[in-house]
């Protein structure tokens, strides 16, 4: 189950975090992935890593807010079957103190990054009437998280996006879903709660954890298997939804 044999693989954000982990469990299952992102040590990284364990990689140094680079980037690579959107950046705010700049920055990464992206590689799924999107969304799609404003904005966008897609392209054998995880380990937690919280780590990353009803936060991997099945074959009937992968958030913590 879940081969991914011959399956050519596009995955932003891919160095390090859940992009990582996706790009690993992916080259297990037999696809060559491309891993894009612009932290060129961790994609070296991360590549080394996968051609060890005997898979097929290959880095790029990419800016997703830059479509003309995606363009020339994704030519390159030529025939994409499956491409996962996973370049996101958060930000702490709400309404009325988050600054334009943030506001935008946001926004470049985590709307126009996706959307540049689907728009080059939508043209050749739709020619070879064959090809699987995911994009990664939030929980904050679905309840209001506490200064998060942008990020939320953002990830409603991408929501919005997956829906439009999975229902302009169902004729072209194109599948499109997201995923809306609650709080995943990876780097960028720890390096948020060692910059916001100095000489508190131990006692934030634990009053994190325990926010989610199952009482830790997930792991990359775990959230890189939801993503390996609606990927994969074994989802075929599966378009245009958006999976919480979340602990009981949404649902279990709503009185």
């Given at each position: 189950m879940f081969n991914l044999t011959n399956k050519i693989t596009v995955i932003t954000g891919a160095a390090s975090g859940i992009g990582k982990a996706v790009a690993i469990v992916f080259a297990k299952q037999g696809a060559t992935v491309h891993l894009l992102d612009m932290n060129e040590a961790g994609l070296m990284e991360a590549v080394t890593e996968i051609k060890e364990q005997g898979g097929n990689a290959e880095q790029h140094l990419a800016d997703v807010t830059n479509q003309q680079a995606i363009r020339s980037l994704f030519e390159k690579i030529g025939r994409i079957d499956i491409l996962v959107n996973c370049a996101g950046i958060s930000n702490i705010g709400k309404a009325d103190n988050t600054s334009e700049e943030d506001f935008d920055r946001v926004y470049r990464v985590n709307v126009k990054g996706i959307y540049n992206c689907l728009h080059e590689a939508i043209p050749g799924m739709k020619n070879n009437k064959n090809g699987v999107i995911l994009n990664m969304a939030s929980i904050a799609n679905n309840v209001g998280l506490p200064d998060r404003f942008a990020y939320s904005m953002s990830k409603g966008a991408v929501?919005?996006?997956?829906?439009?897609?999975?229902?302009?392209?169902?004729?072209?054998?194109?599948?499109?879903?997201?995923?809306?995880?609650?709080?995943?380990?990876?780097?960028?937690?720890?390096?948020?709660?060692?910059?916001?919280?100095?000489?508190?780590?131990?006692?934030?990353?634990?009053?994190?954890?325990?926010?989610?009803?199952?009482?830790?936060?997930?792991?990359?991997?775990?959230?890189?298997h939801l993503i390996l099945y609606l990927c994969s074959a074994e989802a075929s009937f599966i378009t245009g939804c958006d999976y919480p992968i979340d602990g009981g958030f949404i649902k279990l913590n709503t009185p």
């Open positions: 929501l919005g996006m997956t829906l439009s897609v999975a229902r302009d392209y169902i004729g072209d054998g194109i599948r499109c879903n997201c995923i809306s995880p609650a709080r995943v380990h990876t780097p960028f937690v720890d390096n948020f709660i060692a910059k916001s919280y100095p000489g508190k780590e131990e006692e934030m990353f634990d009053k994190l954890s325990k926010s989610q009803p199952i009482g830790r936060m997930a792991k990359p991997v775990e959230i890189a």
